[in-house]
Every structure is written in C-alpha cells, then in structure tokens.
C-alpha cells in the first residue's frame, strides 16, 4: 500500500470492510472531539450558567444581519446585543450609526474573534464586547436591543426585558421570535427572518390581555 497511487488507496479504503470494532473507534473519536470541542472552545464561560440557560453558539446568517438593520431604520443611540457572538450584529451596528454599540458574550474565545473582527474593520475601541452573563445585565438604559438565542430561554428573556426596558426601547429578535409577544413589524422569511417589538406597544398588548387596567399609573386586575 506503500508505494500505491491516492485513488489506489481510496479505492481499497472504499472495498474494505471496517467490522464492528473499526465503527466504534470512529465513533468513539468522533464523540470526543465534538465533546473537546464543545468544552474547549464552546463552552467555557458557561460554567455558572445553568444548564437550561445555557445557548450555543450558532452566527446569524448575512440575511438575518440585514432583516435585523431593515428593522433598526430610523431608530438612533445604542445598542445592545444579548449573547453577541462573533459580534457581526453589533459591529453591523456600529456601521448603521449605532453608538455605543456593545455586546454581551460569556465565551471568551468569540469576544476575541468579535475584537478581532473590530480591528480588521478599523473600528477599534469604537464597538465594546463585553464578558458578562446577558441575565445580570442592567438593561434599564437600554433603547435598542438585539437577540438571537434558543426559543427554550425567548419566554425566561421576555420577563426580564419587559421589566427591566424603557418604554421606547424596540427590541428586535432574529431566527426565532419571542413565544409571547406581539411582533410591531417583521422582516424576511424562513431561517432569516426577524421580529420587531416596540416595549410601549407591547406592554399595553400584556395589559389589555391580562385584562387589567390603568388609572394614574396604577394597575388593577379586573
Ligand atoms: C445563537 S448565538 C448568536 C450570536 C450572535 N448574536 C449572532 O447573531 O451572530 C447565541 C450567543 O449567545 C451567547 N450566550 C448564551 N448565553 C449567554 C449568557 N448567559 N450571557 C452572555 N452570552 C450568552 C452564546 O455564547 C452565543 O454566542
């Protein structure tokens, strides 16, 4: 096998039959190095976030950027993006006039990559990457919010926001919606689309189906 040619080689790789053992090897490294991977490079930062709380890291697509900034038009200040990745929304962001733009990112690795990414664009120091648990983040300030996470945590993330947001804040969501929530505008179709939610819109929305009224800033249940 030595001196065959690399078609030779796969050819009888091909005809060989790998028997139950060779299976379970490949598996068996296969498993491991997903498993490595997702310790090594994926996970870390995790390690005081409970498990259900816990969402992987997956990029949005060039489309979902796009629907994301479409939704934006016309909004100005900051912005945050909850759980920012690789940090493409919050440096397209940035490009949009979005200032300061920040985002929040347990995984030490993919805030390097996001600085990374800053530098290369000739924005460094403008964008900030921040490593703090998106939960513990004081969003009281906060007019424009961005997120892309897993539907699990969209009805947890919801409470948080709609008691912490000010009432012009707009909250847009891509990939998945919020499951409760009432959408003011959407963009895109499929894997790409994202949701748009205006907080004073939405509170009213939860009030109304609540059935609760207000009378000089107080709420009663009716
Ligand atoms: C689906 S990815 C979205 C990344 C990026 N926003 C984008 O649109 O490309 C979700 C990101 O949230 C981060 N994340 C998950 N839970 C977090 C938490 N509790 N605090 C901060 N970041 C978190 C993950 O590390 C991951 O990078």
Redesign the pocket.
């Known amino acids: 096998m030595v001196d065959d040619t690399p078609d030779e080689v796969l050819a009888e790789l091909k005809t060989r039959n790998l028997g139950g053992w060779g299976v379970a090897q490949i598996a068996a490294g296969t498993g491991l190095a997903v498993y490595a991977m997702w310790v090594g490079i994926?996970q870390p930062?995790?390690r005081k976030?409970p498990l259900r709380?816990?969402?992987?890291?997956?990029?949005?697509s060039k489309g979902?950027?796009d629907n994301?900034m479409i939704l934006l038009r016309g909004r100005k200040g900051g912005l945050v993006?909850?759980?920012?990745?690789?940090?493409?929304?919050?440096l397209e962001a940035f490009r949009h006039g979005f200032t300061p733009a920040v985002?929040?990112?347990?995984?030490p690795w993919?805030i390097r990559l996001a600085r990374f990414h800053v530098w290369r664009a000739g924005h460094h120091g403008k964008v900030s990457y921040r490593r703090?648990?998106?939960?513990?983040?004081d969003l009281t300030e906060c007019k424009n919010v961005?997120?892309?996470?897993?539907p699990s945590?969209l009805s947890l993330l919801q409470e948080k926001l709609q008691a912490e947001l000010p009432d012009d804040a707009l909250v847009v969501a891509?990939?998945f919606p919020f499951p409760d929530w009432k959408p003011c505008r959407t963009e895109g179709q499929g894997a790409d689309r994202a949701w748009a939610y205006s907080m004073q819109a939405q509170r009213q929305h939860t009030l109304k189906n609540n059935k609760c009224t207000v009378t000089n800033g107080d709420v009663t249940f009716n």
Do not use: C, M
């Open positions: 994926l930062g995790f976030v709380l816990q969402v992987p890291y997956i990029p949005a979902q950027v994301v993006d909850l759980g920012s990745g690789d940090g493409r929304i919050v985002g929040f990112e347990l995984n993919l703090e648990d998106l939960w513990k983040v961005t997120v892309f996470l897993a945590v891509g990939h």
